[in-house]
């Protein structure tokens, strides 16, 4: 019996796997992740901790159903902007006097602005079982308010909008940098079982 050589050519083999790994390139889109960039805080040596008086606290709790809790109370989004303006401008330079927030006082770095007490954090306890998403959007929230504050302070100081310092941040570096100190974002994450 006779066999018969089949030849087969490798070549456009190679060539068919390669469009066929090019094509899924092409049409597969990669989900972006979502986040936020944290400048995370440099190790100090030496500092003990200390007590920060519940005044000064911030309190927001994500349960395992992405249920909202704000200073203890059950609370949407909107409720959520509200309190944190509340926290971040009662005693401020445009705000009513209160006992009941965190002060504003004269910035050792700026002694010319009043800024939050450095005492003055946002806490967010998230249990175990929280979604990304719904902390994410608290995240947005704190941002969205302290961009308003800086905005409003920026208007009380220099005359201007935040959003036009950011514009030309090259020349008016100081001025955003004295804005982020005298309302800036401190937040503790903590999980909770």
């Not at 050519?9 to 960039?37: H, P, R």
């Not at 704000?70 to 445009?94: C, I, T, W």
């Not at 941002?143 to 036009?164: K, M, P, W």
Request: charged share 25%.
């Amino acid at each position: 019996m006779n066999r018969k050589n089949f030849d087969l050519n490798a070549g456009s083999m190679a060539d068919i796997a390669f469009l066929l790994l090019i094509f899924f390139l092409v049409s597969t889109t990669i989900e972006k992740d979502k986040g936020y960039l944290r400048n995370l805080p440099a190790k100090v040596e030496g500092i003990k901790n200390r007590a920060v008086p519940d005044k000064d606290v911030f309190f927001i709790h994500l349960n395992n159903d992405n249920q909202l809790m704000v200073e203890g109370s059950a609370s949407d989004h909107e409720m959520l902007k509200q309190e944190l303006r509340k926290f971040y401008l009662s005693n401020s330079p445009m705000g009513k006097a209160s006992n009941l927030h965190p002060s504003w006082i004269n910035s050792e770095k700026y002694p010319n602005y009043l800024c939050l007490d450095s005492s003055a954090v946002i806490k967010i306890d998230a249990e175990l079982k929280t979604e990304y998403g719904p902390y994410v959007e608290i995240q947005s929230d704190i941002q969205e308010v302290v961009h308003e504050i800086r905005n409003e302070l920026a208007f009380h100081y220099f005359g201007t909008s935040y959003d036009y310092l950011i514009e030309h941040k090259e020349k008016e570096y100081e001025k955003i940098h004295i804005l982020k100190s005298l309302a800036p974002i401190r937040i503790i994450d903590s999980k909770v079982d």
